[in-house]
C-alpha cells in the first residue's frame, strides 16, 4: 500500500500476557518510529530506528517493552506481562531519509486493550 | 515536565470564520515545528511546518506564526470549514530533521456550519 499500515487495529489483552504489534511502514522510508497515545493525552515517543543504525530507546517506558527491525522495514513491538496501564492507542510512523522537517507518516495505530 | 503545551483542550467555530490554534514550548532548541490533525480512529496527518528560523509559513488555509522570543505558535485556518473539525497537535523537533517528535495534547476543533 502506499501509506503505513499497521495491524491489528485492535486487540483485546488478559493482563500478564504478551502481545505483539506489526508497523510496516512506506517504501523507502529508512526512519521509523513508535508512538503511543494514552486517552487524553499527546503522543508519547517510545522507541525510533534509522537505517542501520543502533536504535534509540529512549522513550520505553520499561523493560517490558521491545521492539525490532527486521531488514530494515517491518518493525514488531512486543509488550511482555502486559498491564492495565498499557492500554493506549500504539502509532507508527516513517520519514523518508532526509526530509527537510522531520515530517513523519502516521499510520492508523492499534488500539491495545488490557483487561 | 511537557516541553509543548497545548492549554485549550478544545475549541469551537463558525463556519467562514477564522481558526486560531495555539502552541506554547519551553526549549528554545527546537529545530523545527510541525501541526498535524487526527480525525477518530485514524492516525495523525500531516499538515504544516515552520523552520525555527522563519516566522511565517503558509499552504492555502493553513498558515502558522511563530514567535521565538515567547516560544509561541500558532495555526491558523481561514475559512473554517465543517471538514476541519478534527484534534490538532502541535510537535516539536529537537534534533533537527531526525530524532523524535515532541507533541502537545491536542486542541479539538469543532467547526459549525
Known amino acids: 500500500g502506499a501509506g503505513v499500515s499497521q495491524s491489528p487495529s485492535n486487540k483485546v489483552t488478559e493482563k500478564g500476557k504478551d502481545v505483539e504489534l506489526r508497523c510496516d511502514p512506506i517504501s523507502g522510508h529508512t526512519a521509523l518510529y513508535w508512538y503511543r497515545q494514552s486517552l487524553g493525552q499527546g503522543l508519547e515517543f517510545l522507541i525510533y530506528?534509522?537505517?542501520?543504525?543502533?536504535?534509540?530507546k529512549s522513550g520505553l517506558p520499561s523493560d517490558r517493552f521491545s521492539a525490532e527491525r527486521t531488514g530494515g522495514s517491518v518493525s514488531t513491538l512486543t509488550i511482555q506481562r502486559t498491564q492495565q496501564e498499557d492500554s493506549a492507542v500504539y502509532l507508527c510512523?516513517?520519514?523518508?531519509?532526509?526530509?527537510?522537517?522531520?515530517?513523519?507518516?502516521f499510520g492508523p495505530g492499534t488500539r491495545l486493550t488490557v483487561l | 515536565d511537557q516541553q509543548v503545551k497545548q492549554n485549550s483542550p478544545s475549541l469551537s467555530v463558525q463556519e467562514g470564520r477564522i481558526s486560531i490554534l495555539n502552541c506554547d514550548y519551553t526549549n528554545s532548541m527546537f529545530d523545527y515545528f510541525l501541526w498535524y490533525k487526527k480525525y477518530p480512529a485514524e492516525g495523525p496527518t500531516f499538515l504544516i511546518s515552520i523552520s525555527s528560523i522563519k516566522d511565517k509559513n503558509e499552504d492555502g488555509r493553513f498558515t502558522v506564526f511563530l514567535n521565538k522570543s515567547a516560544k509561541h505558535l500558532s495555526l491558523h485556518i481561514v475559512p473554517s470549514q465543517p471538514g476541519d473539525s478534527a484534534v490538532y497537535f502541535c510537535a516539536a523537533s529537537g534534533r533537527g530533521s531526525q530524532g523524535n517528535l515532541i507533541f502537545g495534547k491536542g486542541t479539538k476543533l469543532s467547526v459549525k456550519p
Open positions: 510512523a516513517s520519514r523518508l531519509p532526509g526530509s527537510s522537517y522531520n515530517e513523519q507518516f
Open positions: 530506528f534509522q537505517g542501520n543504525s543502533a536504535p534509540d
